[in-house]
């Protein structure tokens, strides 16, 4: 495939992004993502900023290649880590998880590429109006914290290429080189992957167990769990009922975020696959080894060639 | 693009299949699309065995290119249905809506190709080891009755394509070139459409209202009422809240099957956008103007080979 308006304006050789995935985006795997020619993402949600330095620092010693770092806009620190960011010579930020109207002056002065996740039509909009340098439109099938308009990848790439006119990437149910080619014909420049990322050899922040039950998920076998409260993307069992009874109940946002948090910050400890939480994309049933980073994009970038030329006459 | 297996498979020019829509896909839409060189689809749910004996025959009358019956499984009357569906000719028969392991003799034995709608890779392998000849997989964001199984497009058709031999149809979300060309890198030989069919000018079926509610309609325009008891892919109105209410007391799947049954055969009463029935699939943001079925069809086939070449360095 050619190389698309998003590895020009980024520096990298293919058009594939490390989704930030809180815990388990570290400095050290968002470097080896970038040293395979993608772009990695270092992930700072649920960390301090100096835990976040230093993942950034982590990344640089890994690394000589471009990598972004995301800051989630539900962070109170959100000024101070944009600060560290930029202190560290990052030149790519994502943000994701807010409105980046409030931080748009501040984030466009700082002279980095931005990259911004939304989830429906109307948020890419605002996000290009505000001068997002690249729009990454995140659909349902997406692992983890969830939007509650339940737009599809399928249904929502061609709409908000169609909306914008920054580059676009799409994220959510993306695993392989068939769905990397097809957000291409859906009008994407990009993809961007986590839970394929999840079950890489040099992800080390989510436990055997954890990379067992996502290759032994079925196409059917996660859920958005707390829907009303707070949805959330993850495998089906126990604990998911057991977050639904909550969720029935009337329990609130806070309630369920106090119960998941200390979860979330602590994937590495779940081993019963009954009962730990296993965030994950609904795309994990389509993944069935482990690889390396490096192996598993060159695959796909590879695949999808060889892909193109078969749907040809 | 190359003509796919499906079209070898059914006799037609372009691998996309009119969805059988319940009061919508009549004798005389099924015959334009059949007319324009893809596979129309006469449906049956709703009418009578006679009804549809006439429906079949006024298919026939407009068309003298292969077309398909839908008989939905949840017939109590399903015998009867195939025997017409023989009786008239029809050498393509589509099922949904149930467990096709029932009448795999009875279809087998017809001598008809046999197409079976599934919404998850244990339906499309069961489907397979029953015998049909194509396996129609539908993703979450189709309009309409609704699996609770909620697999998306993206996520679905790399799955079911790799569990099964036979050809596979992606339905859901799918309205242009580019989404027919992302269904082919998923692996699919070919698309069924509903929701981009509904608003053609040969759809008689539904009110000019019903028309403009989809062409007005934005990305986040529809959701999946009635969860618990009956889930409908249908437009977020006041009848969509009402009915939402409903589910929540608890109200059984036969007594929301009531209250829509009258509506759902009477789609062209529809007249008011807020308390209407707007049955629908996601993808209705896509759609910004009515077309003919040749228009569509045409277009979808003509665009989707500019596209393909475009995607090359």
């Not at 790439?157 to 990437?169: G, H, L, T």
């Not at 639904?244 to 946002?253: N, T």
Request: charged letters at 25%; aromatic letters at 4%.
């Amino acid at each position: 495939m050619k190389r698309t308006k998003l590895c020009e304006l980024l520096g990298i050789e293919h058009p594939i992004i490390l989704g930030a995935m809180g815990g388990i985006s570290t400095g050290k795997l968002a470097a080896s993502v970038s040293n395979a020619g993608a772009l990695g993402s270092v992930a700072t949600a649920f960390i301090s900023i100096e835990e976040a330095r230093r993942e950034i620092q982590e990344c640089k010693r890994f690394t000589n290649k471009p990598f972004a770092v995301n800051c989630p806009l539900f962070r109170p620190d959100v000024n101070e880590m944009l600060d560290i960011i930029i202190e560290e010579g990052v030149s790519i930020i994502s943000t994701s998880a807010g409105s980046p109207d409030r931080w748009a002056e501040k984030i466009k002065g700082l002279g980095a590429k931005w990259l911004h996740v939304v989830s429906n039509v109307r948020g890419a909009v605002r996000a290009a109006a505000t001068g997002v340098d690249v729009v990454i439109a995140e659909g349902t099938e997406s692992g983890g914290i969830a939007s509650r308009d339940e737009v599809t990848t399928m249904v929502l790439i061609p709409q908000v290429v169609d909306a914008v006119k920054v580059p676009v990437v799409a994220a959510g149910g993306i695993a392989d080189a068939r769905g990397f080619l097809a957000a291409l014909a859906l009008g994407a420049q990009g993809v961007q992957i986590g839970t394929a990322f999840l079950t890489t050899k040099e992800c080390d922040r989510i436990s055997d167990t954890y990379k067992q039950v996502l290759l032994n998920a079925s196409d059917t076998a996660t859920g958005l769990a707390t829907r009303k409260a707070y949805p959330v993307r993850i495998i089906k069992n126990k604990l998911f009922d057991t977050l639904q009874h909550l969720d029935e109940e009337g329990k609130s946002r806070e309630e369920i975020q106090m119960m998941l948090a200390p979860k979330m910050i602590n994937l590495s400890q779940e081993n019963d696959p009954e009962n730990g939480l296993y965030v994950t994309g609904q795309v994990a049933g389509l993944i069935h080894e482990i690889k390396t980073v490096k192996e598993l994009i060159e695959g796909i970038v590879t695949e999808s060639e060889k892909l193109y030329h078969s749907l040809a006459g």
